[in-house]
C-alpha cells in the first residue's frame, strides 16, 4: 500500500488518511468564513474543521472514486 497519504482539509491543514476516523458536513446555519467539514482525527480531542466538502475529503482518502472529468480534447465547444 505504500505510505499513508496526506489529505488537505484546507486553511493550510494536512492530517493523514489512515488517521481520520470520521467526516460530517456542517448544517448550513454552521457554515462560515469557509467552514464546511468537521474532521475527526486520531489523537485530536476536538474535531478539525475543514475548509472542503466531506465528499472531497473521502475522495483524497481513496474512500471514494474521484469524478471524472472529461479531458480538453473530448469536450463539445460548439
Not at 62 to 78: K, T, V
Amino acid at each position: 500500500m505504500g505510505e499513508p497519504r496526506m489529505v488537505f482539509l484546507g486553511f493550510g491543514k494536512y492530517v493523514r488518511a489512515d488517521r481520520i476516523y470520521a467526516v460530517e458536513p456542517l448544517a448550513a446555519g454552521e457554515r462560515g468564513a469557509g467552514a464546511r467539514t468537521r474532521v475527526w482525527v486520531e489523537g485530536i480531542p476536538d474535531p478539525v474543521v475543514a475548509s472542503r466538502t466531506e465528499r472531497s475529503i473521502l475522495a483524497d482518502m481513496g474512500a471514494l472514486p474521484r469524478r471524472q472529468r472529461p479531458s480538453p480534447q473530448d469536450e463539445n465547444l460548439f
